[in-house]
């Protein structure tokens, strides 16, 4: 493959919450030499403008109406996406768990989520990026070359997101780890069952179940996916 064709590559990583996606797109985006964009960091931005201005976050009109004056861009950063909502810089806000479960709500609606994905498209159009979301493999990129369904037990998932809560030093730690797998298989089920685009892996993805897997070895099975494609193995 030429170096010309290679830099236009899309890595699509599509996944459930915690199933390490941030992680793996980040290192595939270093590894690789491309831009890594955290589509769901969008979906969150929207729904915090949604809470900013007192909608109803299940009245798909409401939430639609503000995608026509909203600007979200994000920027790579070595350290992730930074996340600017109208030009604020909103990266740590959109974190925050009221903000978690409204996206959740906001991203159900299909002409909200039409608007979102003609946003993702235009921001990989060049190519060079590894995308990560829920719908990458599906709905914006169907025809990105490298797929990957990252998944994992609930409970292994919901585990790894409590931990990170709980090595946070500069949080007080509000939830326990019961609380989090709860509010993760809500969200599973909320993103897996929506009418547009559930959550789901394109036929041409590879699965990779991280379940027994360590964070190093999910990196490590990603890289050598991406590598594989490049090689002209897969
Ligand atoms: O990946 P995340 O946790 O930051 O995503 C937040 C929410 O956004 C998640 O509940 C589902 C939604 N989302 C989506 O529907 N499609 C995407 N491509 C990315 C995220």
Excluded at 35 to 53: C, Q, S, V
Excluded at 94 to 103: E, H, L, Q, S
Excluded at 136 to 162: H, M, Q, S
Excluded at 198 to 226: F, N, Q, Y
Aim: glycine share 8%; with cysteine.
């Amino acid at each position: 493959m030429s170096e010309t064709a290679r830099l236009k590559l899309v890595i699509a990583i599509d996944g459930p919450a915690g199933a390490g996606k941030s992680t793996v797109a980040a290192h595939l985006a270093r590894h690789f030499g491309f831009l890594n964009l955290e589509t769901g960091a969008m979906y969150r931005a929207l729904a915090l403008k949604a809470i900013d201005h007192d909608l109803d976050l299940d009245e798909e009109s409401e939430v639609l109406a503000l995608c026509d004056t909203t600007n979200i861009a994000l920027e790579p950063t070595r350290d992730g996406n930074r996340v600017l909502l109208d030009g604020i810089d909103v990266s740590r806000r959109v974190r925050d768990g009221d903000v978690t479960a409204a996206a959740s709500r906001a991203s159900v609606h299909p002409r909200v989520r039409e608007w979102m994905v003609a946003q993702q498209r235009a921001l990989g159009v060049g190519g060079g990026v590894v995308m990560e979301g829920r719908d990458i493999g599906t709905a914006v990129f169907p025809d990105a070359e490298v797929k990957i369904f990252l998944d994992a037990a609930p409970e292994v998932r919901g585990n790894r997101r409590y931990r990170q809560v709980a090595s946070n030093v500069h949080e007080p730690v509000t939830v326990t780890e019961t609380s989090v797998i709860e509010e993760m298989k809500a969200r599973d089920e909320r993103d897996r069952n929506r009418v547009q685009s559930p959550l789901k892996p394109a036929p041409d993805a590879v699965i990779v179940d991280s379940t027994g897997m360590s964070l190093d070895e999910v990196m490590a099975r990603s890289e050598a996916i991406v590598q594989g494609y490049l090689d002209g193995k897969i």
